[in-house]
């Protein structure tokens, strides 16, 4: 049974940090990439940062960039996101992904695998 459980989200004020976690099983999660998408209410789905199956390759959204990092730990079949410097306009439910290859990374379409979500709300 596939499954991509998310954890790790909150309330945070601006500034602050969270990290979010997805524990990844029933997949061969060494060769899969693995990525970060949002969603906040009333809009589309976004990218948010993908890193390659083995870890050397890293892509971010432009909203993100140098504010957030994504690190997997395939021993542990996990894929974590560092939030810094929250801002207002993170707020969103945040998803978890898995594919393989990395190509056309920031399409949704281009994903397999799907967690279910955790809220991630930042308030002034």
């Known amino acids: 049974q596939v499954q991509l459980v998310e954890s790790g989200g909150g309330l945070v004020q601006t500034g602050g940090s969270l990290r979010l976690s997805c524990a990844v099983s029933g997949l061969p999660f060494s060769s899969l990439a693995a990525g970060w998408f949002r969603q906040a209410p009333g809009k589309e789905r976004e990218f948010v940062a993908v890193i390659s199956w083995g870890g050397s390759t890293r892509y971010y959204a432009d909203s993100v960039k140098d504010r957030f990092t994504i690190s997997r730990d395939n021993a542990k079949n996990t894929v974590s996101l560092q939030m810094n410097s929250l801002k207002l306009e993170d707020t969103a439910l945040y998803y978890c992904?898995?594919?393989?290859?990395?190509?056309?990374?920031?399409?949704?379409?281009?994903?397999?695998?799907w967690g279910q979500g955790t809220q991630v709300t930042v308030s002034s």
């Open positions: 992904a898995a594919r393989r290859g990395i190509t056309s990374y920031s399409l949704r379409s281009q994903y397999d695998y």
